[in-house]
């Protein structure tokens, strides 16, 4: 766990920070307030605070919050209202 700041490297996305760190990318588009990818050499805040899940498919928000014990509307809110899950991505539980 922890938070710290990261200069990003050339060519890499939001994701590849996220998953370098096991960080949830919705968490670094909310802390940092991106609206698009970093470029080479901005500098991002990192929480890796809590756990982060890697979401598998067929995943759902109702699924997932049933193997951490928590609710869907709870996990939601944790990840940004994001609508739906995509496969790949990380999220926090």
């Known amino acids: 766990m922890g938070k710290f700041f990261y200069r990003v490297g050339a060519g890499e996305k ?6 370098r760190f096991g960080a949830s990318t919705f968490t670094i588009i909310r802390d940092n ?18 756990d982060v899940y890697e979401v598998t498919p067929r995943d759902t928000y109702s699924s997932v919050a049933e193997k ?26």
């Open 33 to 50: 307030e991106l609206a698009e990818e970093p470029s080479e050499g901005d500098i991002l805040f990192v929480n890796r605070g809590g």
């Open 68 to 93: 951490f014990g928590t609710t869907a509307d709870e996990l939601r809110r944790k990840n940004a209202n994001l609508p739906y899950l995509f496969y790949g991505i990380k999220i926090n539980v």
């Open 14 to 19: 939001i994701a590849d920070v996220a998953n």
